[in-house]
Structure formats: structure tokens, C-alpha cells
């Protein structure tokens, strides 16, 4: 079974604060992705990544930034945190579809708190 | 925005078969049906997925109607932990390899003893 692992079930920060979310995955996917959850607005992408050093925005990248230094690690970065990024943060895998389609596979999540 | 309309709430006796409709009337040609569930606090699991044949797997069917403009989940034999929000979801190629997920507010379905 794919394995997405995401380092802390629950963080509470400050605001001001660099936050760094971790996600490890064990199935060699080439691509990952980090979604944001919120009551009424569903999953909202905010960066993917389908290779080593290789990001690309999402939908609301404003405020995060991504590194994956290794194939199986995808962290996102919170430079600044600020109150209205707390949320759930949700990562996901799968193997590079090509022309063919590739499920994702999530991690639990992360509820971070920003206070 | 999300391209699929899904029932906010379902209804289901434990032991029946769950089915949960789906529309998504302006689906292209190469864009692919796939449903997730998600369980309070947990992360969306991966359930099914197909672009225009119905799909069978250990853990349910998926009807996807000849035109393609609409599909229905099926869960067999609904138990207890079956109960969860359900998103049907059309994926969206983003230029590349990798398909997007944009996710609805999805059903929720309720199993009941």
C-alpha cells in the first residue's frame, strides 16, 4: 500500500513564525502536491512538484513556498505565518501518469494553528 | 471551480448498496472520473477512477453513462465505516504529466444501523 507520511498530526504556531511542514512518501512517486483544507472551500492546491528541485504554483501559492531536495520528500514553508493560514494541510503522491492517469494517495493531514 | 454536481447528503441502511450520482455534463474527452472519500479527520482516501468503461475494485464500482456526462458510485454492501464525505472529481490536466484534483464539496453519506 502507498505510504504518505506527514510529520505532525496537529502544530500550533505563532504568528510571525517560519513554519516547515514535512511529507515523506515510500512509493518512488515522481509528484507531489500540498492542498490546504477549510470548511465550505474544499481542497485548494497550493504547490505540486514532478521532480526533484522542480515546483510549480497551485492555485493559492501566496504566502508558502516548497522545497523536495530528495524524490520522496515535499515540504511546504509558511515564511511568515500569519492568522489565516491556519488551516489543514494536506500532501498527496502518484507516479507521473504521461498520457495515462495516476491516482493521488493522501497523508492524514496536518491541522495547523497559527495564533 | 469544481466540474462535477454531487448531492450534499445520502441516506443508507448498513447491508445495502450505497449509490451515489455524479454529474459532470462538460467533461472533455481525455478527462478521467475518479472518487475519493474522506472520514472525519483522517486524509482523502483513494477509491476508483476511469475515463469511460465502468470500473470494478475491491472496494466498488463506478458507472460512468455512454455520453459521459454522469456516473454513480456504487458501495455494495454499506457498512458502519463506510460513512464519510464522498467527492466525485473530474481531473484536470495541468499542461504537463500531472493531473490536477479539483475538489467539490462532495456527499455525504450516512450508513445506518
Known amino acids: 500500500d502507498v505510504k504518505v507520511t506527514q510529520s505532525s498530526r496537529y502544530l500550533v504556531k505563532r504568528t510571525g513564525e517560519k513554519v516547515f511542514l514535512e511529507c515523506v512518501q515510500d512509493?518512488?512517486?515522481?509528484?507531489m502536491f500540498w492542498y490546504r483544507q477549510d470548511p465550505g472551500l474544499g481542497l485548494r492546491l497550493i504547490y505540486f512538484s514532478y521532480d526533484v528541485k522542480m515546483k510549480e504554483k497551485g492555485d493559492i501559492p501566496e504566502g508558502y513556498s516548497v522545497s523536495r531536495e530528495k524524490k520522496e520528500r515535499f515540504s511546504l514553508i509558511l515564511e511568515s505565518a500569519s492568522t489565516n493560514q491556519t488551516s489543514m494541510y494536506l500532501c498527496?503522491?502518484?507516479?507521473?501518469?504521461?498520457?495515462?492517469?495516476?491516482?493521488?494517495?493522501f497523508g492524514d493531514g496536518t491541522r495547523l494553528s497559527i495564533l | 471551480d469544481a466540474k462535477t454536481t454531487q448531492p450534499p447528503s445520502m441516506d443508507c441502511a448498513e447491508g445495502r448498496a450505497a449509490n451515489l450520482p455524479c454529474n459532470h455534463s462538460t467533461i472533455s474527452g481525455n478527462e478521467y472520473v475518479y472518487w475519493y472519500r474522506q472520514i472525519h479527520s483522517q486524509g482523502p482516501q483513494y477509491i476508483i477512477h476511469g475515463l469511460k468503461n465502468n470500473e470494478t475494485n475491491e472496494m466498488a464500482s463506478l458507472i460512468i453513462t455512454e455520453d459521459r456526462k454522469s456516473s454513480t458510485l456504487i458501495l455494495p454492501h454499506a457498512t458502519l465505516r463506510d460513512t464519510a464525505v464522498y467527492y466525485c472529481?473530474?481531473?484536470?490536466?495541468?499542461?504537463?504529466?500531472?493531473?490536477?484534483?479539483?475538489f467539490g464539496t462532495g456527499t455525504l453519506l450516512a450508513v445506518q444501523p
Open positions: 472529481i473530474v481531473s484536470v490536466r495541468d499542461g504537463g504529466a500531472t493531473n490536477k484534483l479539483i
Open positions: 498527496a503522491s502518484s507516479l507521473l501518469g504521461g498520457s495515462s492517469n495516476q491516482p493521488q494517495h
Open positions: 512509493m518512488d512517486h515522481e509528484n
